[in-house]
């Protein structure tokens, strides 16, 4: 049997005590997520959180800290996820940027708004995710050893 986890990022992105989110179709579903997606060939993990949350919000951001690592089995489909989630700092956003398209639109939520959605949340780890954040959980960066890239 070939088994091979899903390979995930996601970033935490605060402002004014609201939180950065993306609405998301999923099978004609709505559901609710932090800027996440797959980590591709050739690109670190910072790089890959970079491009995933430009991609998803039209936002830049510059990766801080690890905020967890954490795995995840669905329940229907039986794969296995590994998620890299980090935050950081946001620097520009690009209004006119066109997102991905399976993403509608991406809101800012505050935490009470994002528990009253649970019921949209893509997976457990969106909800788990924040509160770790929330409780202050950050690891430094260096905790990722990255093999430089050949010139």
Known sequence: MDWSPHIT??????????????????????VLNQPAGHWEQGE?????????????????????HLTGVYQWLHPGTKETFLRFCFTGELRKHE????????????????????????????????LQCINDYLKGQRFDLSLLQTEQKPD
């Open 95 to 126: 209004a006119q940027r066109e997102l991905d398209e399976d993403i509608e639109q991406a809101v800012w939520l505050s935490y009470e708004q994002l528990t009253a959605r649970h019921t949209q949340h893509r997976s457990p780890l969106v």
């Open 9 to 30: 990022v996601a970033s935490i992105l605060e402002r004014n005590q609201q939180f950065l989110f993306v609405e998301e179709r999923i099978n004609d579903v709505l």
């Open 44 to 64: 670190t993990l910072l790089e890959a959180s970079i491009r995933e949350t430009l991609e998803e919000t039209a936002w830049h951001y510059q990766p801080s």
